[in-house]
């Protein structure tokens, strides 16, 4: 929302605290874009630079962010100049705290919008919208998909493409029993497992998605060998595995992909069958990561298990491009989880980034797709998003949905609202 300086009010600037206010929009996120020459004609800023841009991010009566232009290094002076003739602290922009270190609604995690043309990297990575995460398993949760975030920053770190840092991170999280996917996969009706997952690179749109496969470790890993050594972008079944076997894959006994947390979950499920309503589907669980990379390509890759007790042969939105995710340097990229039925229904991942395409910030772009698809279907999930311009999200509908990212260097996690810790990142 752009507001004319006249409706901002400086009230008390004590301790960082300013007020926004416009009709009927006291309280809201407001972003309010000041031009210097313009707006501030008192002011007696004389340099060239004065005509820069500076955005404040203002809410819940905190400033979260002071954002320069793209000018003359002078931009640095300018913004202290005004920061000080307006609020009378010109050490602000050391000060302010970062928009991403702030709880935001709803699971929302937005980082602060890039002043310059530099690109940054980042990883975000989700380890499934779940039901409700148990105390015992969240500490063990929330390290797993820490270390799943630090794997894919290290590649970004030594050079390495989106693409490759969005299947280290993955893989990471389809090797660890907590997660859904790989060997913590559920398991189908008859106590099998069957797993979909999909990958796609930004640069070019290639995308490589597998589906229903057994005794493969690593799903992703397979996903992108369909990518780039074949010509199409979906194998399935026993095609798929007969690929994985052509290409060099070892194969996983079944026995080392099946838990026994997956077994005693299926156990409750089927004694649970039938008291479970159609339109509040559990067990939800996906892996997914996103990825901008220092050449500024954006990649994503989605893996699961799938739904517990699903019938033999049910495939989700994890491998269906656009739905499970969606990467396109001219826009973002995409990895999302929650009910597979309702997130193809509505191609979540696609809806999404629709709506950064139409001039949206990557938060309000997840709250409109996950909302239209709550009223529309009644479908709970989550997803994370990453801009062109390393701006991104971590969004959910679900009761939990455990994160991780890293950018500049920081590292941050969560699994509830409100529940966010920046980790040490080792990158030994």
């Not at 749109?205 to 010509?231: D, F, H, Q, W, Y």
């Amino acid at each position: 929302m752009i507001l004319p300086l006249k409706y901002i009010q400086h009230n008390d600037f004590n301790n960082e605290v300013i007020t926004a206010r416009s009709s009927g929009a006291q309280g809201q996120l407001l972003l309010a874009k000041v031009n210097l020459q313009n707006k501030l004609p008192r002011t007696k800023l004389t340099s060239p630079e004065s005509a820069c841009e500076l955005s404040f991010l203002v809410a819940r009566g905190r400033i979260f962010s002071l954002q320069r232009g793209t000018v003359a290094s002078g931009a640095v002076a300018v913004a202290q100049q005004f920061a000080a003739w307006w609020l009378g602290q010109p050490d602000i922009l050391a000060t302010a705290p970062h928009r991403e270190s702030v709880p935001c609604a709803r699971g929302s995690m937005a980082a602060p919008a890039r002043g310059s043309i530099d690109v940054s990297l980042v990883v975000v990575v989700h380890g499934g919208g779940a039901s409700n995460i148990s105390a015992d398993r969240k500490e063990r949760v929330r390290e797993g998909i820490a270390k799943a975030a630090t794997e894919g920053y290290k590649i970004l770190k030594a050079g390495g493409s989106a693409v490759d840092a969005v299947e280290g991170a993955v893989t990471v999280l389809e090797n660890d029993p907590e997660f859904n996917a790989g060997c913590g996969s559920v398991l189908n009706v008859k106590g099998d497992v069957e797993m979909d997952a999909s990958i796609m690179d930004g640069r070019d749109l290639s995308a490589g998605a597998v589906s229903a496969v057994r005794c493969i470790a690593n799903p992703t890993k397979l996903a992108r060998l369909v990518m780039e050594k074949t010509p199409h972008c979906f194998l399935t079944g026993h095609g798929a595995e007969k690929f994985a076997a052509d290409m060099g894959i070892p194969e996983t006994p079944l026995e080392k992909l099946i838990t026994e947390r997956s077994k005693k979950h299926l156990e409750k499920e089927k004694l649970e069958k039938g008291a479970q309503k159609a339109d509040c589907p559990k067990n939800s669980g996906t892996v997914g990561a996103v990825a901008l990379d220092c050449k500024g390509n954006l990649a994503y890759a989605t893996s699961t298990g799938g739904i517990v007790n699903k019938m033999v042969g049910r495939v989700g939105d994890s491998p269906c491009i656009g739905a499970g995710g969606y990467a396109d340097n001219n826009v973002g990229a995409v990895s999302t989880t929650g009910h597979g039925e309702s997130i193809l229904k509505v191609n979540l991942a696609r809806l999404a980034l629709f709506h950064v395409e139409q001039g949206k910030t990557v938060d309000e772009a997840a709250e409109l797709a996950l909302n239209y698809m709550k009223s529309k279907l009644k479908g709970l999930g989550g997803l994370i998003l990453v801009s062109k311009t390393g701006d991104w999200v971590a969004k959910w509908t679900s009761a939990t949905m455990p994160w991780a990212a890293v950018k500049n260097g920081k590292l941050q996690a969560g699994i509830d609202l409100c529940d966010t810790k920046t980790m040490t990142m080792d990158l030994c």
